[in-house]
Nanobody
Framework: QVQLAEFGGGLVQAGDSLRLSCVVS????????VGWFRQAPGKEREFVAV????????YYGDFVKGRFTISRDAAKNTVHLQMNSLKPEDTAVYYC??????????????????WGQGTQVTVSS
C-alpha cells in the first residue's frame, strides 16, 4: 500500500518561502501522479498543485499565480512544493496525495486514494 509523508511546514512571515516535501513509499513512485492540497479551519480541502506520474505535466490552482512550483525527484521518491511570496491566506494544513496507479492527474480530492498526515503552514502578517 502506498504511504505518503509530508515535511517542511512551519511558521514564516508574509513574503517568505517554504519548501514542502512529500516522500512516497510502498509503491512504484513513477506509477503515480502526486498532488498537493490544503485545508484551512472550517474550509474544504483545496487543490494546490499536481504533477503527473511521468513528471512531464503540472497543473496549479488559480490562486497560485506563479508563486508555487511542484517538482518530483525520482531518485528520492519525493515530490517538492516550493512556495514563494507566501501570504497569510496561505495558512493551512498542506496534504499530499496520490490517485490510483497510472491515473490521469486530477484536481478533485475525491479521486485521490492515498494521503499523508499533513504539515502545518502558518504565515504571519
Amino acid at each position: 500500500q502506498v504511504q505518503l509523508a509530508e515535511f517542511g511546514g512551519g511558521l514564516v512571515q508574509a513574503g517568505d518561502s517554504l519548501r514542502l516535501s512529500c516522500v512516497v513509499s510502498g509503491g512504484t513512485f513513477s506509477d503515480y501522479a502526486v498532488g498537493w492540497f490544503r485545508q484551512a479551519p472550517g474550509k474544504e480541502r483545496e487543490f494546490v498543485a499536481v504533477v503527473n506520474w511521468g513528471g512531464t505535466g503540472t497543473y496549479y490552482g488559480d490562486f497560485v499565480k506563479g508563486r508555487f512550483t511542484i517538482s518530483r525527484d525520482a531518485a528520492k521518491n519525493t515530490v517538492h512544493l516550493q512556495m514563494n511570496s507566501l501570504k497569510p491566506e496561505d495558512t493551512a494544513v498542506y496534504y499530499c496525495g496520490t490517485p490510483g496507479p497510472h491515473d490521469v492527474y486530477t484536481i478533485n480530492p475525491l479521486e485521490y486514494e492515498n494521503w499523508g498526515q499533513g504539515t502545518q503552514v502558518t504565515v504571519s502578517s
